[in-house]
């Protein structure tokens, strides 16, 4: 691919965007100004035609941006649907989180990708679907309005309710779109590691691979344990977290980043003798985790959370992670 | 009176856990019921959680062949985890309890802990 990334994205999203709007004012006309005949089910299926396309086209777009191709790719062999799993004689050690959601993502260098629990996709997503929903809905709204305006018989309160609409749904769409190209811009961040579990007193390569078309100011990993309580303050459910053990894991200083020239690094991931094990109880918990945090001109910082499963030593490694 | 005897301050993952229990000063004939279990907890900030490793409870006929007064021996197994651990805000401890029901409606406990596996602090 040739050209800005970011510019051909961002139209294609715009197009296909353009062609969902455009099918929803359609297929509105077909259905407040036609008669039911021939021409008028044509429509009715070209509108729905443009309908299907633009909202898929959009979609497919956006996420392409918010996930990488590898990891796309990883979701395209194992399926969304996960299928069923053999039963196996081993049983995981108690209280500790299962190892499968962590293993089930091939990495393309090392062994595993680590899956990384973003709330940044779904608020992506989440306010895209809104506005869509929104913008579609303002645009029958304004096809009535147009059409009474026609006809001579102005619906004046219809008018007056499509002022705040419109600014709600202009507001909503900017919101999406200003997330959208800061996901652009950024990209995907994808952490790999030799082997899971990690096991006290040993050492594991990682694997950063930074996507996006950006100026790097700082880049870095740390290797973070962290405790979790929840409690109940009077009616209130309150989570505090301190953080017990942090190591530092990759430091990078300025560098460029390319669409199709994603920056790679590797470190050693080392857990110390005395650590202890991951934990997952009913309100109290353990959390291992690769944090990655970075600074990038003309971006908002960023920090990307990669959970890790740690098992106490003695713990025997399932067959399935050798 | 209930005595807890032979049970080390630490043990290892999967070692075997052996005590003896016994209860003194009492009415044998008065006793209903008689639990024994070997559990974690956690402590902290945060609401407490509780975990049952073994469970055993001995009621009806089975307490009359029982001489109360003589150790009791169990013999438990325990497990790769969680360890003990003594956190910022997270601690986990272990511990057997015993606990012995009357006619009465009264009951006697006794708790010890133990420690599982050599990680005790955060830092």
Known sequence: MTGWWIIGSFGEASFFAACFLIGVLCLSISITSLQVGSGFWLLVWVSSALIILGAIGFWYRVLKVVTSDEHREAISHSGLIPGPTAKSKYVPPPMIPLLEPFTDSPGAKLAFRLPCPSQDTLALIGIGGFAMSWNAMLAIFFVVAIRSLFEGNIQYRLILLLIPGIYIGWRSGRLFFMSYVQALGIGSTTVEIEDLPLIPGKSYRVLLVQYGKLVIKKLTMRLVCEEESTYHYGTDIRTERSVVREQSVIVQGRSRIDWGRPLEMEGIVSIPNDAMHSFQSLHNAIHWKLIVEGEANRWPSYSRSFPVVVYPRAASKPASAD | ?123
């Open chain 2, 1 to 123: 009176m209930i005595s807890l005897l032979g049970l080390q301050p630490a043990y290892m993952p999967n070692d075997e856990l052996e005590f003896d229990y016994s209860v003194s000063n009492i009415d044998q004939s008065s006793i209903t019921a008689v639990e024994v279990s070997v559990l974690w907890l956690t402590e902290g900030k945060g609401t407490e959680d509780m975990g049952v490793h073994f469970f055993q409870r001995l009621s009806g006929n089975s307490l009359n062949s029982i001489q109360w007064n003589q150790p009791q021996r169990v013999h438990v197994p325990l497990p790769e985890s969680p360890l003990s651990y003594e956190g910022t805000i997270v601690k986990i401890s272990w511990c057997i309890r015993v606990r012995f029901y009357f006619a009465d409606g009264t009951e006697l406990v006794s708790q010890e802990p133990f420690y599982l596996g050599t990680v005790t602090k955060a830092l």
